[in-house]
């Protein structure tokens, strides 16, 4: 559909004269602001030549009534990914010291029509082919379903912040796959090396926005490192930016035919690396299985395309197997990526799945979950997306084993059905940013589940990330994006954004760079209502609970850990181990008790004293209960069941309950999971 406002389209003498004027004000630098009055939101000077913001109006302060921050969150972005994936994957920078035209350049090989655009011929479909010329035209590119070109330039970001947007969470990000099997880079792929470049750029760019509003602490992109500071810079009215981490081998965690390549000292050396660079989430695993966890899958060509990946990666494929229960990892399919088939070596194809709900069969490591114990005690979030769903399923016992709340879905990549499960933890989610009718459907699907958790909702961008975004509707759809509109809160009015001579309309251009977030709330707005938006809204506030609760989070006391133990009996075959009742509360997972063969069998912990308790926590060896009760007692005679369970499952299981004084506690296995015993490394007991 043509555009409600086509650009004008200079003639080649005017563009000859531009152009000259251009390299004029690049010489010269920075020119400083023309308004006679300064406004704090507006730069005393911006590089030129520059992209315009086109919302006019002050950014809003403070707090509501309640005291809660106001905002968008966007939970999952990518600005540096530019400089991950050997640096010639995503074309375009997100800042300049010499402007747009410096910043959005494509990349050599796209010249001079796209034909050597592989990845984008890969992702987009087609040729490749495409006007490789950015400014002042910008004909081609960014767009909506162009995956290789920057849609972070920082002008777009300031645009979202003006619109209301007030927490951005800047994922830094890489694949060392791609970065080897990509024709086209200009440095090494080590993952962890593109880690911290990323985070190094990130702090250069607030520099950068700094030196516009006058120097260090002036400008409106903030990094934050805990929730305080955090709710600090909103209250400022600006743009508070959390570090986070999503990329395929952290801390250098792969694994090559299933043997891991990292230890526990390189987990903890490379969380207190990334600790210390400001980062606070990150993701496990992404894409392909690793020495933490299984993935959750991708679907057709995509989803065979990554798992030759993952098996130049790993030397294995994914492997699967019927679904456990109701919450399911993404169908794989058998779809044929013909390009990505090519690299497997001679005599090997990628392998074809059963059709019914398959998952993968890989869940949490030792080594994941040591990880996660580990980002527990920095007081980090976990990012549960991208996890498979029987890793995710782990990962929830251990954090609610521990009451532990820093658990983030951040972009639909989690198993919906475990939503509340999420929230009850204290966690947050975010759904990905799909087009308005679909991310409003998804929304409302769980509004009666934001009712009872009191929780916001946000989005993730995940733009730069490779994914797609939402396609235009069409100037004649229904309820479409009328200009100019007014933000959320009222206070801004906000117009078409302009890009040399390129104005961009969401009607017609869909979500084709950073810039069109606050035209895409709005599109949601008119097509699924103002109660999502309002839900969005509060989204700020509620990721600043979940963190700071995680920032707050004291692990409570156990006081079974060194208490008197007793069992109805004791596995004796292995004369070197012992199997004593006491190893369940030894503090060491290594060790554990062990029951005779038999279905009714006990294990008893004397706290000593009467104390209260409320939950309890088992953590099973391969030999668990099915059937299983938690018994409380004064005296050690008369007992009552505080917790049961028909459906256990083994793994790691906390059993809640309204506390409760008592001496001691019974776990009393009734139905054995297995043909051995109950084995258990360790058993929990706290006060709730």
């Known amino acids: 559909m043509p555009l409600t406002h086509p650009p004008r389209h200079r003639p080649r003498s005017l563009s000859v004269v531009l152009l000259l004027l251009t390299a004029m004000a690049l010489a010269l630098g920075p020119t400083p602001s023309s308004a006679a009055e300064h406004n704090w939101w507006d730069p005393t000077a911006r590089p030129t030549p520059e992209a315009q913001i086109n919302v006019t109006g002050e950014p809003f302060k403070g707090t509501d009534a309640q005291g809660n921050v106001r905002g968008f969150v966007d939970a999952h972005d990518h600005i540096m990914s530019n400089e991950g994936f050997g640096g010639r994957l995503i074309c375009g920078k997100p800042f300049s010291e010499q402007g747009v035209a410096d910043a959005l350049k494509d990349c050599p090989e796209h010249y001079p029509d796209g034909t050597s655009a592989v990845f984008d011929m890969i992702t987009k479909g087609g040729d490749g082919k495409h006007d490789p010329v950015g400014w002042p035209t910008f004909k081609d590119w960014p767009a909506h379903d162009s995956l290789t070109h920057q849609m972070n330039y920082y002008a777009g970001i300031e645009r979202a912040w003006r619109a209301g947007q007030r927490v951005l969470v800047n994922d830094l990000v890489t694949n060392g796959l791609i970065c080897s099997v990509y024709f086209f880079k200009d440095r090494g792929c080590n993952e962890m090396d593109a880690i911290r470049l990323e985070a190094r750029k990130t702090y250069d760019m607030q520099a950068f926005i700094d030196r516009m509003y006058g120097g260090p602490g002036k400008g409106w992109f903030r990094i934050v490192t805990d929730s305080a500071q955090a709710r600090q810079v909103i209250e400022q009215g600006k743009l508070a930016v959390v570090l986070g981490v999503e990329t395929s081998e952290p801390f250098g965690c792969k694994q090559v035919l299933n043997v891991p390549r990292c230890s526990k000292k390189d987990i903890d050396r490379g969380l207190d690396e990334l600790y210390k660079l400001g980062v606070r989430s990150m993701f496990l695993c992404h894409k392909f299985d690793n020495a933490l966890c299984g993935v959750r899958f991708d679907s057709g060509a995509l989803g065979t395309a990554i798992n030759v990946?993952?098996?130049?990666?790993?030397?294995?494929?994914?492997?699967?197997?019927?679904?456990?229960?109701?919450?399911?990892?993404?169908?794989?399919?058998?779809?044929?990526?013909?390009?990505?088939?090519?690299?497997?070596?001679?005599?090997?194809?990628?392998?074809?799945?059963?059709?019914?709900?398959?998952?993968?069969?890989?869940?949490?490591?030792?080594?994941?979950?040591?990880?996660?114990?580990?980002?527990?005690?920095?007081?980090?979030?976990?990012?549960?997306?991208?996890?498979?769903?029987?890793?995710?399923?782990?990962?929830?016992?251990?954090?609610?084993?521990?009451?532990?709340?820093?658990?983030?879905?951040?972009?639909?990549?989690?198993?919906?059905?475990?939503?509340?499960?999420?929230?009850?933890?204290g966690g947050f989610a975010a759904y990905y940013m799909s087009d308005s009718a679909g991310f409003s459907a998804e929304a409302k699907a769980k509004d009666a589940l934001r009712a009872k958790y009191h929780v916001g909702l946000g989005y993730g961008t995940d733009m730069n990330g490779m994914g797609g975004w939402p396609a235009p509707r069409?100037?004649?759809?229904?309820?479409?994006?009328?200009?100019?509109?007014?933000?959320?809160?009222?206070?801004?009015?906000?117009?078409k954004q302009v890009t040399g001579e390129r104005t961009w309309d969401f009607n017609t251009d869909g979500a084709a760079h950073y810039g069109m977030v606050p035209d895409w709330i709005e599109d949601i707005r008119n097509v699924g209502g103002q109660g999502v938006v309002d839900d969005l809204f509060s989204g700020a506030e509620s990721y600043l609970r979940t963190w700071g609760n995680t920032e707050k989070y004291t692990p409570s006391q156990n006081l079974a850990l060194g208490a008197a133990a007793s069992a109805s009996s004791t596995e004796w075959w292995n004369p070197f181990e012992s199997f004593a009742p006491g190893r369940a509360v030894d503090g060491d997972i290594g060790t554990r008790w062990a029951s005779e063969w038999k279905d009714d069998q006990w294990l008893r912990i004397d706290l000593g004293s009467s104390k209260l308790v409320g939950r309890v926590t088992l953590d099973w060896q391969e030999a668990y209960a099915k059937s299983y009760r938690v018994e409380l007692s004064d005296d050690g005679t008369t007992w009552m069941t505080a917790w049961s369970t028909t459906a256990g499952s083994g793994g790691l299981d906390t059993a809640r309950f309204s506390p409760t004084q008592a001496r001691y506690v019974r776990v009393h296995g009734l139905e054995r999971g297995t043909r051995w015993g109950y084995s258990l490394r360790e058993v929990g007991v706290y006060s709730g």
């Not at 059709?355 to 996660?372: F, H, K």
């Not at 069409?474 to 117009?495: C, E, H, M, Q, W």
Request: aromatic share 8%; with cysteine.
């Open 309 to 425: 990946g993952q098996f130049l990666s790993t030397g294995t494929f994914w492997k699967t197997e019927t679904c456990r229960g109701p919450q399911h990892d993404n169908p794989i399919g058998n779809a044929a990526a013909p390009e990505a088939q090519k690299r497997l070596p001679a005599g090997k194809s990628a392998p074809t799945y059963s059709s019914d709900p398959q998952c993968n069969s890989r869940g949490l490591t030792d080594l994941g979950a040591y990880a996660v114990r580990g980002m527990m005690e920095r007081h980090m979030m976990l990012e549960l997306d991208h996890m498979s769903v029987k890793a995710a399923d782990q990962a929830f016992d251990i954090l609610e084993s521990a009451s532990y709340p820093g658990a983030i879905s951040s972009h639909s990549w989690m198993d919906a059905g475990w939503t509340e499960r999420l929230y009850k933890l």
């Open 474 to 495: 069409g100037a004649n759809a229904p309820s479409p994006v009328k200009y100019p509109f007014r933000s959320t809160d009222g206070g801004s009015l906000i117009d």
